[in-house]
């Protein structure tokens, strides 16, 4: 994964710098310091803007299929919503939505779900050149494994690394931040929704805290950016889970769960219109 090659890869540069460094004649070590520390913050840039920066959707709703929860029918961004996305922000935004909903249903193995969110996500990753990322390959792969939840989060967890590194290459960093914040919000959407009480639910609440991290997460990575009118909008969308998550503590209370349920709800709708 690029996650688990950006942790092996930064501190390898850093021993080969020193090597480097250590090879030098002592009255230039200073300078020769200074030049290896620019060198590797340059480095970490680079793969840093190349690597899927959260948790995927995939693996979030792992979470939810431990915790024994059912899958429900309807709650979903539905397929015909597709046709109403012209333009890049929006068909950015909605691929992200389209994947948390298409690891929704391949994770509760839900057949023709998984076929009707591929067509969709296909469709909209044709208008973004993406075509290549979401063949028809990947559905076979998910086919063959439906049996094996964690090899299913891998496949998912690939197309989305893959996606967001082509973007990042193609200097298009501002979609590849949409397609990880719309990723986001219909997977908090899902799993404030899978119940008519999730707050109800044991171990809800360690899934809801460890969205924040996420959540804060992409609000520092996404600041760079924000000259992007588009990306800027997204992230003045988020502003009601903003509020919600500034006030809270290290557990969550019931009204805690309740509000994070209607704020990140006010957000979906918007999203996906």
Known sequence: MKKALAIIMIPVLLLGLSLLGSCKGGSGKRQQKIVEMSQVKTIEKEIAKNVYPLPTSAEVIKMLTELEVGYIIG???PVANSKKYFTSAKRAINLGAYGADLSYATLYNISQEVI?????????????NLSKIYDETLYDRIRENFDNRDKLVEILTGAFNDTYAYLADNDQQSLALLVVGGAWVEGMYLTTHV???AYQIAGISKVLLEQKKSFELFLEIT????????LKNFIDLLGPMKRVYEGLGTSL????????TKAIEVIRDQMVQ
């Open 75 to 77: 709650i979903s961004n």
């Open 116 to 128: 009707n969110y591929l067509d969709v996500i296909r469709s909209l990753a044709a208008e973004l």
């Open 195 to 197: 119940s008519e009480a």
């Open 223 to 230: 600041e760079p950016y924000l000259g992007d009118q588009d």
């Open 253 to 260: 209370t019931m009204q805690n769960i309740i509000d994070i």
